[in-house]
């Protein structure tokens, strides 16, 4: 099978050796005669799965005993809802606008209480992030809101806000288990699991215990209350087993490289190779300002709309998948994560460099 590199930003690539064991155990897991596809979510298989995963989770990520883990459907989009509605209690909460997925979520929380822009990086194009330092955040606010990685713009906050103790609450889809964090600094941060995590299917929601409550926004459907998954184990209705059970294996995976801290090293070490490639290259260019970018979406361009297309098609003859930008700002990103060994970036850079030789600057 000829190799491809999967640079796609989600679903994006998991580590081979984690498919290799799906593929192994895909009809008999664990002597058990059938798939975990196959099997009762109510069954003590599926329960020890879902707890590894969960302890496994805890221990990668250092998640302290005072919070909790919820697996829910409905990807991140979902948590865009379940956010205001769980979390309202003075009906005030403050955003800051990085790019698309925090726009979506504020537009989202006007559904349900009074959202305000408090900072925004639109007028740069969200090729930068915001300075976090004087935000006025609302004395009231029930929480502050950002995307920590900006999946379609390569930016991302390299701090987090003091926010006095309101709540701070993060999109951390695009940036999860790719470094250490500290879970103690957010009241609730969630991640699509598409990208760092496993297959799509379920959002990973972290919160603080004490910000599970009984909802104030009347009604909220019993499936969109934090409660009721932690109440229930994220079991309070059938939950993606599958997806489920290649979330743990990944975390399981993550563990055996050596824990978040090889995976930081091993990540920095990938994107430096690419930034530094982009900024050797007379061709290629990254517009994303060099003090917020991210070390898991990088974005570049040409300048020019029809090399980027031959640039692409390039790409995808010799292996090199899913390199096309967002289709809201063009050019290409290159998502590099966990998963994404450093031959694929190496594979990139190589053309890079082929092409630009073959093509020149355009503008010489
Ligand atoms: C940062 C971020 N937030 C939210 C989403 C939306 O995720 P989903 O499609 O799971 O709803 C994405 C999707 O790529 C994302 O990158």
């Excluded at 925090?102 to 959202?115: C, R």
């Excluded at 990086?121 to 606010?141: G, Q, Y």
């Excluded at 979406?297 to 709309?305: K, L, R, S």
């Excluded at 450093?342 to 082929?354: H, T």
Aim: aromatic share 10%; with cysteine; net charge negative.
């Amino acid at each position: 099978m000829k190799t491809i590199y999967n640079f796609s930003a989600g679903p994006a690539v998991l580590p081979k050796e984690v498919l290799k064991e799906a593929q192994i155990e895909l009809q008999n897991y664990s002597d058990s005669g059938m798939s975990v596809m196959e099997m009762s979510h109510r069954s003590k298989v599926f329960e020890t799965i879902l707890n590894e995963a969960k302890q496994d989770l805890r221990d990668i990520a250092n998640i302290p005993d005072n919070y909790e883990i919820l697996f829910i459907q409905g990807g991140a989009s979902l948590q865009f809802s379940m956010v205001p509605m769980n979390l309202i209690k003075n009906g005030k909460a403050d955003y800051l606008i990085t790019g698309q997925f925090s726009k979506k979520a504020y537009e989202e929380a006007q559904l349900f209480l009074d959202a305000k822009i408090i900072a925004s990086s639109k007028d740069s194009n969200f090729t930068t992030i915001p300075n976090v330092e004087n935000l006025e955040i609302r004395p009231d606010a029930d929480y502050v809101y950002l995307c920590e990685n900006n999946t379609i713009y390569g930016t991302k906050f390299k701090d987090l806000p003091n926010t006095n103790g309101i709540p701070l609450v993060a999109d951390v889809s695009s940036c999860f288990l790719s470094e250490p964090i500290d879970v103690s600094k957010y009241g609730l941060l969630f991640a699509g699991a598409q990208k760092n995590i496993g297959p799509s299917g379920v959002c990973v929601v972290i919160i603080r215990k004490d910000l599970i409550q009984e909802t104030t926004f009347n009604p909220t459907p019993t499936l969109l209350k934090y409660k009721t998954y932690a109440d229930h184990d994220s079991m309070y209705n059938t939950p993606p087993t599958f997806t489920i059970y290649m979330c743990g294996k990944v975390f399981k995976w993550i563990k055996k490289q050596g824990g978040l801290e090889v995976l930081q090293q091993r990540n920095r070490d990938k994107a430096k190779l690419l930034y530094d490639a982009i900024e050797e290259s007379t061709l290629f260019k990254c517009p994303v300002d060099v003090n917020y970018r991210s070390i898991m979406n990088v974005p570049f361009i040409t300048g020019n709309d029809e090399l980027d297309t031959q640039f692409i098609k390039e790409a995808k003859a010799v292996g090199i998948e899913n390199i096309k930008g967002h289709r809201s700002v063009g050019g290409m990103r290159a998502s590099i994560y966990n998963a994404m060994p450093i031959d694929g970036i190496q594979a990139l850079i190589n053309l890079m460099k082929d092409f630009e030789e073959r093509k020149g600057h355009p503008y010489d």
